[in-house]
């Protein structure tokens, strides 16, 4: 697997790479903040952080939640990467 922030799916005992945050990443730095700063100073949940950290799916209420907290749209977060 060559990332490791992106949501999977077993298809017919393969793995498919649908859904990537690796905007995420870039989209926190760039608007100055942290993983830290999000949970301690905005709110959100640890798990969260884990969750999409670890590629597993988050709610669109938490993407909501993101936007709004970074300022920033559904695409500065996630990214659907078609299975090639």
């Known amino acids: 697997m060559t990332n490791c922030v992106t949501l999977q799916?077993?298809?017919r005992g393969c793995e498919v790479t649908?859904?990537?945050?690796?905007p995420f990443y870039n989209t926190l730095r760039?608007?100055?903040?942290?993983?830290?700063?999000?949970?301690f100073k905005q709110g959100l949940s640890a798990n969260?952080?884990?969750?999409i950290?670890?590629?597993?799916?988050i709610t669109?209420?938490?993407?909501?939640?993101?936007?709004?907290i970074l300022e920033c749209k559904v695409e500065d977060?996630?990214?659907?990467?078609a299975d090639e």
């Open 60 to 68: 669109t209420k938490t993407l909501d939640t993101l936007c709004s």
């Open 48 to 51: 969260t952080i884990h969750r």
């Open 18 to 22: 649908m859904i990537s945050y690796k």
């Open 9 to 11: 799916l077993k298809k």
């Open 30 to 39: 760039q608007k100055g903040f942290t993983e830290y700063g999000l949970i």
């Open 77 to 81: 977060i996630i990214v659907y990467e």
């Open 53 to 57: 950290k670890k590629g597993e799916a």
